[in-house]
């Protein structure tokens, strides 16, 4: 492998000097891309699972057509182009509502977060340099009583 990709980005340098490091593992949703002129209703793109790879990082997939069509496709390369016989992975998009609700779990943990600190500073305040007491309130309160005098 060159020098230079080696130095810039040694992953890639890697990758291509052992392609199966960059397979996918057994049972990865992938895209599959037909050959060329091969369709199903209007369609060339089709989901797979990955069944295995070999040492050169093609793939054997279980492709999907349609619910009651599938089919075993081996000697799959990673798209390069727009040539076919070949795979990617999937785009995984975030749903709005998932980015809002993880908003709303951010602005929550610093809202118990600020509480936290309000709670070690009302504690310094209550009880300055001393250590907090091993038995409750309440606790001290029937101590104290019971000494007294009756």
Do not use: C
Request: net charge negative; charged share 25%.
């Amino acid at each position: 492998m060159g020098h230079l990709l080696s130095s810039v980005n040694p992953e890639a340098a890697e990758r291509i000097e052992n392609p199966a490091m960059g397979a996918p593992d057994v049972g990865t949703p992938v895209v599959y891309i037909a050959r060329a002129g091969f369709q199903r209703m209007g369609r060339h793109e089709f989901p797979a699972s990955v069944l295995g790879h070999d040492e050169e990082g093609h793939l054997s997939l279980l492709v999907t057509m349609e619910p009651e069509d599938m089919m075993m496709e081996d000697h799959v390369r990673p798209q390069m182009s727009d040539e076919g016989h070949t795979w990617r992975h999937v785009e995984m998009t975030v749903p709005d509502d998932v980015l809002e609700r993880q908003e709303i779990i951010s602005a929550q943990a610093e809202h118990i977060e600020a509480v936290g600190l309000e709670l070690a500073d009302l504690k310094k305040i209550v009880l300055g340099d001393y250590k907090p007491a091993k038995l409750s309130v309440y606790e001290l309160l029937a101590e104290f009583e019971a000494k007294l005098p009756e």
